[in-house]
């Protein structure tokens, strides 16, 4: 929303005509339904101390992303704006000279036109990439046009990462950085020192859509770390016919703490389409952690609704859902574990009394297998060409031919 007057605010992308009509939020319920937040060009004076210590809290605890863009207003040095920025911030009287003037004052060096300076980190970032390869990438950055006018900050927080800085200006021997972010508790944020970067919508093609890819990535990597009010965990990516489902939902209050308060029922529409209910029980060891389980006997999709009643506590109560699907295929339990497996075959191979091999081994085994001595095998060596029998077939053979031909009456 944009304040346009004293109490008169203009809105967008509202969902109701009461959502942010007195201007930004009080309470934490109705910060705590957004994911991410902006703040541009905008006094300490706009807030009071609850609201600057609910913006902490919305990225620590809540998870959401936070963006300053702009000027940062004096202000809100030792608040606890200051401590969620990736920078820190500096009075400008404590500035030499030159850094001195503002950030749109033309006429000083920190109101001057200049082309942003990528970092090593910010080369890489997927949040500054215009292209998938790396030479049109930098092409990319080379032809977008001047940016004007920077927020001289302090030093970087440690474990911050400067992924874009000023080309010529530097405070205490660091360039001045223009784009910083970091993790801050369960969120993320993001320090924007410059309030020109309309000039590469305005100043550049109409077909030329890097603008919006910048902030639609940096949009997105803000928004990522914030958690919904209900999650949907599996044990596994995929299941057989025949396997045990085991469905984890994790509930989070209206201010986005565990809620063990809730009442949730799980609706199952298998691919037959027949739907079944069953309620989800709480982890008694885990906080805000509900379980259920159940078998899947058909292949195909099946379609979870969990439904969620909460009332964890004054104001906090409602009714929500959250879907999810899994795809259940047929067993192929005889091919699971089909790989190789030469440790269990040596194990068998010594409890039986033979011998493993392996492919390196091969040319062992014609040796090992000519002759195995064991407990029923004896080697016995004869000569056939003197055997008794053998001179007794001969002379049976020579009689009955004798006999044969005197029959027929030949000699």
Same mark, same amino acid.
């Given at each position: 929303?944009?304040?346009?007057?004293?109490?008169?605010?203009?809105?967008?992308?509202?969902?109701?005509?009461?959502?942010?009509?007195?201007?930004?939020?009080?309470?934490?319920? /109705?910060?705590?339904?957004? /994911?991410?937040?902006?703040?541009?060009?905008?006094?300490?004076?706009?807030?009071?101390?609850?609201?600057?210590?609910?913006?902490?809290?919305?990225?620590?605890?809540?998870?959401?992303?936070?963006?300053?863009?702009?000027?940062?207003?004096?202000?809100?040095?030792?608040?606890? %704006?200051?401590?969620?920025?990736?920078?820190?911030?500096?009075? !400008?009287?404590?500035?030499?000279?030159?850094?001195?003037?503002?950030?749109?004052? &033309?006429?000083?060096?920190?109101? /001057?036109?200049?082309? =942003?300076?990528?970092?090593? #980190?910010? !080369?890489?970032?997927?949040?500054?990439?215009?292209?998938?390869?790396?030479?049109?990438?930098?092409?990319?950055?080379?032809?977008?046009?001047?940016?004007?006018?920077?927020?001289?900050?302090? *030093?970087?927080?440690? &474990?911050?990462?400067?992924?874009?800085?000023? =080309?010529?200006?530097?405070?205490? #021997?660091?360039?001045?950085?223009?784009?910083?972010?970091?993790?801050?508790?369960?969120?993320?944020?993001?320090?924007?020192?410059?309030?020109?970067?309309?000039?590469?919508?305005?100043?550049? =093609?109409?077909?030329?859509?890097?603008? @919006?890819?910048?902030?639609?990535?940096?949009? *997105?990597?803000?928004?990522?770390?914030?958690? @919904?009010?209900?999650? +949907?965990?599996?044990?596994?990516?995929?299941?057989?016919?025949?396997? !045990?489902?085991? +469905?984890?939902?994790?509930?989070?209050?209206?201010?986005?703490?565990?809620?063990?308060?809730?009442?949730?029922?799980?609706?199952?529409?298998?691919?037959?389409?027949?739907?079944?209910?069953? =309620?989800?029980?709480?982890?008694?060891? @885990?906080?805000?952690?509900?379980?259920?389980?159940?078998?899947?006997?058909?292949?195909?999709?099946?379609?979870?609704?969990?439904?969620?009643?909460? $009332?964890?506590?004054?104001?906090?109560?409602?009714?929500?859902?959250?879907?999810?699907?899994?795809?259940?295929?047929?067993?192929?339990?005889?091919?699971?574990?089909?790989?190789?497996?030469? &440790?269990?075959?040596?194990?068998?191979?010594?409890?039986?009394?033979?011998?493993?091999?392996?492919?390196? &081994?091969?040319?062992?085994?014609?040796?090992?297998?000519?002759?195995?001595?064991?407990?029923?095998?004896?080697?016995?060596? %004869?000569?056939?060409?003197?055997?008794?029998?053998?001179? $007794?077939?001969?002379?049976?053979?020579?009689?009955?031919?004798?006999?044969?031909?005197?029959?027929?009456?030949?000699?």
């Amino acid at each position: 929303y944009l304040q346009t007057g004293p109490e008169k605010y203009y809105r967008q992308g509202i969902e109701s005509p009461t959502e942010l009509s007195s201007g930004f939020p009080r309470s934490r319920e /109705e910060l705590y339904q957004y /994911e991410s937040l902006i703040l541009g060009d905008i006094e300490e004076s706009f807030f009071n101390a609850d609201q600057l210590q609910m913006i902490e809290d919305f990225v620590a605890e809540r998870g959401g992303g936070f963006l300053m863009s702009g000027m940062i207003d004096e202000g809100f040095i030792s608040t606890p %704006i200051a401590d969620v920025l990736p920078v820190t911030l500096i009075e !400008e009287s404590f500035l030499p000279s030159h850094l001195r003037g503002g950030i749109r004052r &033309g006429t000083q060096a920190t109101g /001057e036109l200049f082309f =942003p300076r990528l970092t090593n #980190n910010g !080369e890489f970032s997927p949040l500054l990439r215009l292209a998938a390869d790396d030479s049109e990438n930098d092409i990319l950055w080379r032809q977008l046009t001047e940016l004007q006018g920077v927020y001289v900050t302090g *030093r970087i927080k440690p &474990g911050a990462t400067v992924l874009m800085e000023h =080309p010529l200006l530097q405070y205490q #021997n660091q360039a001045l950085p223009l784009l910083a972010t970091q993790r801050f508790g369960s969120g993320r944020s993001v320090a924007l020192t410059t309030a020109s970067t309309w000039r590469w919508q305005m100043m550049m =093609p109409s077909a030329d859509e890097s603008h @919006e890819t910048l902030w639609r990535q940096l949009l *997105r990597w803000l928004a990522v770390s914030a958690p @919904e009010r209900v999650t +949907i965990d599996f044990d596994r990516e995929f299941y057989n016919v025949g396997d !045990e489902v085991n +469905i984890t939902a994790t509930v989070l209050d209206m201010e986005y703490g565990p809620d063990n308060d809730a009442t949730l029922w799980m609706q199952t529409n298998n691919p037959l389409d027949i739907v079944t209910d069953s =309620p989800m029980e709480w982890d008694i060891e @885990e906080d805000g952690v509900y379980r259920a389980s159940f078998v899947v006997e058909e292949e195909g999709v099946y379609d979870l609704l969990v439904d969620v009643a909460s $009332a964890a506590g004054e104001g906090a109560s409602g009714a929500f859902e959250k879907r999810a699907a899994f795809v259940v295929t047929p067993s192929l339990r005889e091919y699971n574990n089909a790989a190789m497996d030469g &440790g269990l075959l040596a194990r068998i191979a010594e409890a039986s009394g033979g011998t493993y091999f392996n492919v390196d &081994g091969i040319d062992a085994l014609a040796d090992t297998v000519e002759f195995t001595p064991n407990a029923f095998s004896q080697e016995v060596q %004869i000569d056939l060409w003197d055997q008794p029998w053998l001179l $007794a077939l001969l002379i049976s053979l020579l009689c009955l031919d004798w006999v044969a031909r005197r029959l027929k009456g030949l000699s």
